[in-house]
C-alpha cells in the first residue's frame, strides 16, 4: 500500500502563489506517474495536472495552463504543484494520487491522499 500526503494549502488573496507538496511512499516512486486533482465545493473532483514518473513529461487541464507547474523529485519521493496567480475558482480541496502503471494519463490513479485545502479570497 502507497501512503500519499498532502500538504502547503493555505488562505491566500487572488493573485497570490503557494506551492503544494505531495509525499508518496515506497522505493519505487521514481516508477509512478504522479497527478494532482482537486475537488470545489459543490462539483466533482477534476483533474488539475500530472507529471511522468521520470519527470519528462507533464499534461494539465486548460484552466490551469501557464499559471499552474507540477514537478517533482524523484530522491525525496515528493510531488509539488506550484501555483501562480491564484483565482477565487481555484479554491478547492487539492489531492494528490500515484499511478503504479507507466503512461501520462488523466485516471487510473491507484493511491490518494487526503487532501489539502486552498482557499483563494478576492
Known amino acids: 500500500q502507497v501512503q500519499v500526503v498532502e500538504s502547503g494549502g493555505g488562505l491566500v488573496q487572488a493573485g497570490d502563489s503557494l506551492t503544494l507538496s505531495c509525499v508518496a511512499s515506497?522505493?519505487?516512486?521514481?516508477?509512478?506517474?504522479m497527478g494532482w486533482f482537486r475537488q470545489a465545493p459543490g462539483k466533482e473532483r477534476e483533474f488539475v495536472a500530472a507529471?511522468?514518473?521520470?519527470?519528462?513529461?507533464?499534461i494539465y487541464t486548460d484552466s490551469v495552463k501557464g499559471r499552474f507547474t507540477i514537478s517533482r523529485d524523484n530522491a525525496k519521493n515528493t510531488v509539488y504543484l506550484q501555483m501562480n496567480s491564484l483565482k477565487p475558482e481555484d479554491t478547492a480541496i487539492y489531492y494528490c494520487?500515484?499511478?503504479?502503471?507507466?503512461?501520462?494519463?488523466?485516471?487510473?490513479?491507484?493511491?490518494w491522499g487526503q487532501g489539502t485545502q486552498v482557499t483563494v479570497s478576492s
Open positions: 507529471i511522468s514518473a521520470i519527470g519528462g513529461s507533464t
Open positions: 494520487a500515484a499511478k503504479q502503471r507507466l503512461g501520462l494519463t488523466k485516471g487510473g490513479y491507484d493511491y
Open positions: 515506497g522505493r519505487t516512486f521514481s516508477s509512478y506517474t
